[in-house]
Antibody, heavy 121, light 108 residues
Framework: QVQLQESGPGLVKPSETLSLTCAVSGYSISSGYYWGWIRQPPGKGLEWIGSIYHSGSTYYNPSLKSRVTISVDTSKNQFSLKLSSVTAADTAVYYC??????????????WGQGTMVTVSS | EIVMTQSPATLSVSPGERATLSCRASQSVSSNLAWYQQKPGQAPRLLIYGASTRATGIPARFSGSGSGTEFTLTISSLQSEDFAVYYCQQYNNWPSFTFGPGTKVDIK
């Protein structure tokens, strides 16, 4: 079955760049689907960060757009998130997920387990 | 930007009882709404999309309804595994998404 796994540093210093990777298994990214990043600060709700199509087309949350870059590496079957100039407000669990799009509707149907990233000096 | 609100913030329900959760959009999202369930320490799980279509493997006790700005998630008879936080999410202004703040369903 399709599985997603986030990886990256758990601690990032303020003003630096947060970098995470989502490895996809059980499905070839180049075959299709959109893929996304969602985050959740401790004790708070979910925030969509951005999405990418297998072709490389990207879509970002307007509130984060100036700091976010999402890219895809089909040769490694993974996609990545970079968030620059981080502050303590970026401390969160970061999830990667597959975006299911169908005539009946859309939703993030497969999620990684999430990775906690803390921004602190 | 479409703002999503959910009520109540916390819903206390006894096992076997019915739970009704509400989600409201600041402007019409048609039927472009999904619901997720999240248990502590776990990733969210997609329950409903298209406002009323159950995702794969979701039990029939979960049902969604509504369109426009008002939506409801109903759990017909709460099981112990259903105590969790539930989020609605609009995708009407695709490719941008916004989530509601969540409703926590806990044991009465």
């Amino acid at each position: 079955q399709v599985q997603l796994q986030e990886s990256g540093p758990g601690l990032v210093k303020p003003s630096e760049t947060l970098s995470l990777t989502c490895a996809v298994s059980g499905y070839s990214i180049s075959s299709g689907y959109y893929w996304g990043w969602i985050r959740q600060p401790p004790g708070k709700g979910l925030e969509w960060i951005g999405s990418i199509y297998h072709s490389g087309s990207t879509y970002y949350n307007p509130s984060l757009k100036s700091r976010v870059t999402i890219s895809v590496d089909t040769s490694k079957n993974q996609f990545s998130l970079k968030l620059s100039s981080v502050t303590a407000a970026d401390t969160a669990v970061y999830y990667c997920a597959r975006l299911r799009i169908a005539a009946a509707g859309t939703g993030f149907d497969i999620w990684g387990q999430g990775t906690m990233v803390t921004v602190s000096s | 930007e479409i703002v999503m609100t959910q009520s109540p913030a916390t819903l206390s329900v006894s096992p076997g009882e019915r739970a009704t959760l509400s989600c409201r959009a600041s402007q019409s999202v048609s039927s472009n709404l999904a619901w997720y369930q999240q248990k502590p320490g776990q990733a969210p799980r997609l329950l409903i999309y298209g406002a009323s279509t159950r995702a794969t493997g979701i039990p029939a006790r979960f049902s969604g309804s509504g369109s426009g700005t008002e939506f409801t998630l109903t759990i017909s008879s709460l099981q112990s595994e259903d105590f969790a936080v539930y989020y609605c999410q609009q995708y009407n202004n695709w490719p941008s998404f916004t989530f509601g703040p969540g409703t926590k369903v806990d044991i009465k």
